[in-house]
């Protein structure tokens, strides 16, 4: 059973490009969540994906965007790349637990970004 | 002002040794509290996860105890190894309105030596 898989595993970019990142969840899950974590911090929440549509939203900039296909995959999507975009992208996969109650997250390894 | 505050930000211990980490948060309404371990450079894994009436579990030499009354949190690790060389990430679980929220700490960065 594969876990939860990012692609690719390191990027480097230019200043006011655009960039794509992709994840593919744990088999049997059906939920996404995207976090950015700065060197020595703990990741933040981006987004989270739920039957394709962007069900929660973080404090991130327009310019960080989203999809989720009918096969629960998903991709990142960040334009005019800034400096202080460069960090280690998170995706992690989950399956909706009922309300109130715990759900496990299942983190992939990550891309990591360099902005030059 | 990060509402999930991680101590200490570093440690370093001799192998075979015990330490404890600190989490205390002030996020709420609390659903449940969990301890990742993040290797360098990869993603989280996650040791344990508590919900409010629960104040104790273990996961093999890692044991995370919780008290929802003061929102403090720690993470006993027994025994240490070279390989328990990580950060270790305390987050908070909401639930508010239908919507869930992990609220995550900065995590203490742990170095085991030999």
């Known amino acids: 059973d594969a876990g939860v898989t990012q692609s690719p595993t390191h990027l480097i970019k230019t200043r006011g490009q655009q960039v794509t990142l992709r994840c593919s969840p744990k088999?049997?899950?059906?939920?996404v969540s995207w976090y950015q974590q700065a060197l020595g911090q703990g990741p933040q929440f981006i987004f989270q994906y739920y039957e394709e549509e962007e069900r929660q939203r973080g404090n991130f900039p327009d310019r960080f965007s989203g999809h989720q296909f009918p096969n629960y995959s998903s991709e990142l999507n960040v334009n005019a790349l800034l400096l202080g975009d460069s960090a280690l992208y998170l995706c992690a996969s989950s399956i909706p637990g009922p309300a109130g109650g715990s759900y496990e997250q299942y983190f992939g390894p990550g891309t990591r970004l360099t902005v030059t | 002002k990060n509402q999930v505050e991680q101590s200490p930000q570093s440690l370093i211990i001799l192998e075979g040794k015990n330490c404890t980490l600190q989490?205390?948060?002030?996020?709420?309404?609390?659903?449940?509290l969990r301890w990742y371990k993040q290797d360098t450079g990869r993603g989280p894994v996650s040791l344990t996860i508590m919900t409010f009436s629960e104040n104790t579990k273990s996961n093999g030499r890692y044991t995370a105890t919780l008290d929802a009354d003061t929102k403090q949190s720690s993470l006993h690790i027994t025994a240490s190894q070279l390989s328990d060389s990580a950060s270790y990430i305390c987050?908070?679980?909401?639930?508010?309105?239908?919507?869930?929220?992990?609220?995550f700490g900065k995590g203490t960065m742990l170095l085991v030596s030999p």
């Open positions: 088999s049997g899950h059906d939920t």
């Open positions: 987050v908070v679980h909401l639930m508010n309105s239908g919507y869930s929220t992990l609220t």
């Open positions: 989490c205390n948060y002030t996020v709420s309404p609390f659903s449940n």
